[in-house]
Every structure is written in structure tokens, then in C-alpha cells.
């Protein structure tokens, strides 16, 4: 089976109330969830396995809530993108979580 992978910068990684970076990255990559500042140091990672992410009610179709480590993240994506699909990063990294044996929420 080939690896599952996906890569989106531009995201804002929030830590509930407080604003970790609003440039940073998301990659998923040898079955592997990392979270990147926008300098490209890591701000938490984990076996895609151990995490478990979906989409928040509150939020924008733009964001989706990834838990892992004991830690809860908020995830903004695609919010340059006023368009008609800002969700269309949230939904490809919710299905590739999805298909890599990620748990949704």
C-alpha cells in the first residue's frame, strides 16, 4: 500500500486560546502527523494512529480540531482563500488522516 501523504502551509495552529503560529505546517508523512512552525521547527508530532482529528462545530469549514500527545489543537486552513472551498484543505487532510488510521471525532 503507498504512503498516505499530505502537506499544507499557510495553517494557523492554535493551542485553544492561545496562537502557536499563523503560517505553520501540516504534514503527513510516513505514517506520521507533524506540526511545523512557519521556520519549519516542530511544534508536536505523532504516529498518525494516535491521533484522532474531525471538525469542530463552532469553527468554519476552514478548521479542523487534531488531538494527540494529551494535547488539543485547533487548525486553520485555507483561511487566504475566500473562495467557495476553503474547506477543501480541512477535507483532504481529514481524509487522509482517515485513510492512514487516524480516528475521527
Known amino acids: ?14 493551542r485553544w486560546a492561545r496562537s502557536l503560529t ?9 505514517g506520521r502527523l507533524a506540526l511545523l512552525t512557519s521556520y ?6 505523532a504516529p498518525v494512529a494516535a491521533v484522532s ?7 468554519g469549514g476552514g478548521a479542523a480540531v487534531a488531538r494527540f500527545n494529551g494535547t488539543r489543537y485547533r487548525l486553520t486552513m485555507g483561511q487566504r482563500n475566500h473562495g467557495p472551498d476553503t474547506a477543501g484543505p ?8 482517515h485513510s492512514a488510521g487516524g480516528r475521527m471525532i
Open 40 to 45: 519549519g521547527r516542530e511544534i508536536d508530532s
Open 22 to 30: 499563523r503560517a505553520g505546517q501540516v504534514i503527513v508523512k510516513d
Open 90 to 97: 480541512t477535507r483532504k487532510f481529514l481524509e487522509t488522516l
Open 1 to 14: 500500500m503507498p504512503e498516505t501523504e499530505f502537506s499544507a502551509t499557510g495553517v494557523r495552529i492554535e
Open 53 to 59: 482529528a474531525g471538525r469542530p462545530w463552532f469553527a
